[in-house]
């Protein structure tokens, strides 16, 4: 009896994103590229093992609506082009989008493809034409602050990310609620002087942050090739799964980074919380701090390190 309910109970999930996926292509360009029917079942990819996005919880709105406030895309890439990169995770349900230009708020657009559509990433031109259907303005995004650090740059042309010195803009932020669910997200534009098309950790799931509402969450700023070749986030989650405190499974995440890696030429933190509000954070170097409200006191704590 209750696999016949959780099968009538998935059907009917299943119909219901599918019209509103249907409903999507009617008033979309953007029509899918594999199926000439947007409302064709598909069971492999939406079956009982495999939870459709449905709506999130409330504590998603915590930090889509700080990192709304915060976002403010200043690094460029060597071309001087803004590249927004960000990802947005509702307990067990993560979604990203990479490669995303002239829309001053990816974090927004990436809590409506959560919504609105059934997948999980959208990149470069279809990630902007959504953004523009849905709604968000195309801007010019390039200030004269950003515009005069570019051509003073073009002087040497030299890629060479400096150890805690503000080139990038990254940005990870981690929720729990009374009721023990998580949610996090994490948006940046990358670092400064990148080249065309780099992709970090940030969009990446379970490198630049990691949520699994059993046990924790985790997030990462710094050098996100280093992150990239350790998916970092998803290691301190495990870990945290098989009994580490989050302040343990951060040191280990950088000791991954630190045995194989130049990490005396590089900054990475680690930001990790689990079910029980208990919180950690590591870095390679130090000076990486980060921002925590707990009860009903904010504060700012500075991590430990590697190197001292």
């Given at each position: 009896m209750i696999q016949s309910v959780k099968k009538h109970e998935n059907n009917t999930i299943q119909a219901?994103?599918?019209k509103r996926l249907a409903k999507f292509y009617k008033n979309s360009k953007n029509k899918p590229n594999n199926v000439d029917n947007p409302i064709k079942p598909v069971t492999r990819v939406y079956g009982e093992t495999s939870p459709l996005p449905i709506k999130p919880k409330p504590i998603i709105n915590v930090p889509?609506?700080?990192l709304d406030v915060m976002e403010?895309?200043?690094p460029a890439n060597n071309n001087n082009i803004f590249e927004l990169f960000c990802k947005i995770s509702p307990e067990n349900i993560t979604v990203k989008f990479d490669f995303l230009q002239h829309i001053k708020h990816p974090i927004s657009v990436a809590r409506k493809v959560m919504d609105e559509t059934p997948h999980v990433m959208l990149s470069g031109e279809g990630a902007l034409q959504f953004?523009?259907?849905q709604g968000f303005p195309k801007e010019d995004l390039l200030t004269e602050k950003a515009e005069k650090r570019w051509k003073e740059w073009l002087k040497e042309s030299?890629?060479?990310p400096i150890i805690n010195v503000e080139n990038h803009d990254t940005i990870g932020l981690l929720a729990l609620d009374k009721k023990g669910d998580i949610s996090g997200a994490c948006t940046t534009s990358g670092l400064s002087w990148k080249m065309h098309g780099r992709v970090g950790d940030s969009p990446v799931i379970g490198a630049g942050m990691y949520v699994d509402n059993?046990?924790?969450g985790c997030c990462a700023t710094g050098v996100g090739e280093a992150v990239l070749k350790t998916l970092g986030s998803?290691?301190?989650v495990e870990l945290m799964r098989q009994g580490a405190s989050p302040q343990e499974a951060c040191e280990e995440g950088i000791a991954?980074?630190?045995?194989?890696?130049n990490y005396k030429d590089m900054q990475i933190g680690y930001l990790a919380i689990n079910k029980k509000g208990e919180h950690g954070a590591y870095a390679v170097h130090p000076w990486f701090n980060y921002a925590l409200h707990q009860g009903g006191e904010n504060r700012m704590i500075d991590s430990l390190s590697y190197l001292k």
């Open positions: 219901n994103k599918q889509t609506i700080h403010k895309p200043e953004a523009l259907e030299e890629y060479k059993e046990v924790g998803f290691l301190i991954r980074i630190v045995k194989n890696q």
